[in-house]
């Protein structure tokens, strides 16, 4: 098991902590919301850096123009998919009306 290490002391107005202070739940101390919000916005900033990371990759391949549909495709893709879901409206409701009528 690693040793605890300490982290800069800070200085805020008195009126930020008394802010702080008025916010921490029943047995919190300032120490633990401190720690806590400096845990949470490194985990932020480590998920910020790994989405930033991902659209620059995004951005490389769209410029080689690898994995990118034209408009024609895509619309076909669309109509496609509009065709499919058409069908199955159409076997639910022709379904519905051999239990209504049977």
Do not use: H, W, Y
Not at 37 to 55: G, K, L, S, T, W
């Amino acid at each position: 098991m690693s040793r605890s290490a300490t982290l800069p002391p800070i200085r805020v107005a008195p009126e930020t902590k008394a802010s702080l202070e008025a916010v921490l739940r029943e047995g919190e101390s300032l120490t633990q919301f401190i720690e806590g919000a400096v845990c949470r916005e490194a985990e932020f900033r480590a998920e910020q850096n790994a989405a930033v990371a991902r659209a620059k990759k995004a951005l490389r391949s769209a410029d080689k123009g690898v994995g990118l549909l034209t408009a024609e495709d895509f619309l076909a893709g669309m109509a496609q998919r509009a065709k499919a879901a058409q069908q199955r409206i159409r076997e639910a409701a022709a379904a519905r009306n051999k239990r209504a009528t049977g």
